[in-house]
């Protein structure tokens, strides 16, 4: 185990010093280029070129705590700019790589960011008109061509700038980054985190699954998000192991069988898109009757997950919302025991996490070394640590509303046992009353339901309703195949088997009275989920709501017109 005081206290820019000092020529990422061909950063390089980065950002004038930002999907790139800003003494913003030019501009304009790191994006036409002409642009190497030739480009910056000599040293009240929330409810805030969360966080998250140099990881969730910037960016700075980059989501397969992740981290769509993917291969019927012939147990088991390239996974995590209960049962019967955990961006994603042998479905866990848990008014849980923001930027009246005596209100209804596990049964602002006077949280529900192949997304609704009904996204392969008239009958008949099998799970308030296919795919450019996926509910219903009366008299599966 990592000691804990070679890391404790010490800055992700010690870290860095730590980690080139000691594990200078072993391989800390490994960066897919294309056409298969990938680059290893040993820890060296990556210290080098941050230091000849920061150099050059003191260059362009950065003064000590001003923003810079950073667009871009996730690549080695990415993790250095953002240690650059930190060894030149600036405040990193990330922005989502999927953002549209309005979000951009809000941005950009309420951080007064400076600069502003582009990389390998999927729509810069999406996004560039947000871009205030004031806001001087480096581009990444894998950039968008138009930013590659009017921009400084990062590999020319690194070759012709000598390292900063003298980097930033900040106290531990010193601000380091303000992460941008994806706007669930309205507008973003920018949450400030300062050294000491880095610190805490990336000391103690280490520590919790025993993390050592061999461990290896894969980065493809948003390193604009506190998850990925807490389980992945610090887990590097803090341990050293090596992390694989994933090139696309066409190349995903490929990139994670690559790696082979000892550690893995996913959201419950991600869980989801696994076992349906497997289901449609070998339906659980089937793989449950080949489970219990012995000398075919051990065999199926390695091949179901090296078919995901989870076959030396060791430590297996969820986040971000609950997980269905049928999907971490499907996953443990392969020997793959799927460890739920539950933090925030206001925390820096450090809360509560499942301990290995000490999983029961649909808690999250024991709150982590250092953070306290209560349940405070209507059951709203609060957390303090040190892991805790400093506050909303430019927002102290919404800081106020939910930071009290260090104490955070986390917006999330829960229930802690005997043991001090936490159970996350809803959020306070998504839980609605229907016509007969009783309360639904539509999480849990949906989680219930998208589990059936072919289901992207499901959003229960039913304030003022007799009966709750849930609107459906199908994912764009189901939706394909139904645009060309294949199979409808069969996945109509499917979905009134997962109602009828749903409402049996449910208390007789909470039973959905019909289940509506909506033939509008919900994205983040039409504004209806968020860059992290997660579902606007307020804009959901505000979209369908001249159809919602008519559906809510509904009954059984239903197919918008």
């Not at 341990?239 to 893995?264: C, H, M, Q, W």
């Not at 497997?278 to 449950?288: D, I, M």
């Not at 025991?337 to 290995?356: C, D, K, P, R």
């Not at 039913?462 to 764009?476: K, V």
Request: charged residues 25%; hydrophobic residues 40%.
């Amino acid at each position: 185990m990592t000691n804990e005081s070679s890391v404790a206290n010490k800055t992700p820019i010690q870290a860095l010093q730590e980690r080139s000092r000691d594990q200078g020529e072993r391989t800390a990422m490994v960066q897919p280029l294309g056409e298969g061909e990938v680059r290893h950063y040993t820890w060296q390089q990556v210290s080098d070129e941050a230091h000849r980065m920061a150099s050059y950002l003191q260059q362009q004038g950065l003064q000590r705590g001003e923003r810079v930002a950073l667009v871009s999907k996730n690549c080695a790139e990415w993790i250095i700019a953002d240690l650059a800003i930190w060894i030149a003494g600036g405040v990193s913003v990330p922005l989502y790589p999927t953002l549209v030019a309005d979000s951009v501009r809000q941005i950009l304009e309420h951080s007064e960011s400076r600069l502003l790191f582009v990389g390998k994006l999927d729509d810069w036409d999406l996004m560039k008109e947000g871009v205030p002409d004031e806001v001087k642009q480096i581009a990444f190497s894998l950039a968008p061509e138009e930013v590659c030739a009017k921009a400084p480009n990062w590999a020319d910056i690194i070759a012709g700038q000598e390292p900063l000599a003298e980097p930033f040293a900040p106290e531990p009240n010193d601000l380091a980054t303000i992460i941008y929330t994806s706007g669930t409810t309205g507008v973003p805030k920018g949450v400030m985190h300062e050294y000491k969360s880095l610190s805490s966080v990336g000391d103690k998250v280490v520590r919790v699954y025993n993390m050592q140099p061999d461990d290896r990881m894969i980065s493809y969730l948003p390193l604009s998000h506190v998850a990925e910037r807490a389980a992945v960016e610090m887990t590097l700075l803090y341990v050293g192991n090596t992390v694989y980059f994933a090139e696309s989501l066409d190349t995903f397969g490929e990139d994670i069988k690559r790696a082979k992740p000892t550690l893995f981290f996913a959201v419950p769509r991600i869980w989801s898109k696994f076992y349906q993917k497997a289901s449609e291969a070998l339906p659980p019927k089937k793989l449950n009757t080949l489970l219990k012939i012995p000398l075919l147990n051990s065999l199926i088991k390695k091949k179901v997950l090296s078919a995901m390239g989870l076959e030396e996974c060791r430590v297996a995590l969820s986040g971000a919302a609950a997980l269905s209960p049928e999907i971490i049962a499907w996953f443990e019967k392969l020997g793959l025991e799927i460890l739920e955990v539950y933090g925030m961006t206001e925390n820096f994603g450090w809360s509560h996490a499942t301990e290995q042998g000490d999983q029961q479905i649909g808690w999250v866990g024991t709150a982590n070394e250092g953070v306290e848990c209560r349940i405070g008014e209507g059951g709203e849980v609060l957390v303090r640590s040190a892991g805790n923001m400093s506050g909303y930027y430019k927002q102290p009246e919404l800081t106020e509303e939910v930071m009290t005596d260090g104490w955070l209100r986390t917006g999330d209804v829960g229930e802690i046992d005997a043991r001090g596990r936490l159970r996350i049964t809803g959020r306070v602002k998504e839980i609605f009353k229907t016509e007969k006077g009783k309360y639904v949280a539509p999480a849990p529900i949906e989680n219930r339901l998208v589990t059936l192949p072919g289901l992207e997304l499901a959003c229960v609704v039913g304030s003022g309703m007799s009966q709750p009904i849930a609107l459906l996204n199908l994912t764009p392969e189901e939706q394909g195949k139904l645009t060309k008239g294949e199979g409808r009958e069969h996945f109509n008949r499917q979905l009134a088997q997962l109602l009828d099998n749903v409402n049996k799970q449910l208390d007789p308030h909470e039973r959905l009275s019909a289940l509506i296919v909506c033939k509008t795919p919900w994205t983040v450019e039409n504004g209806l989920i968020t860059p992290t996926l997660k579902l606007k509910r307020n804009e959901i219903e505000k979209f369908y709501s001249a159809d919602l009366p008519t559906w809510a008299a509904s009954r059984g599966v239903i197919w918008e017109q």
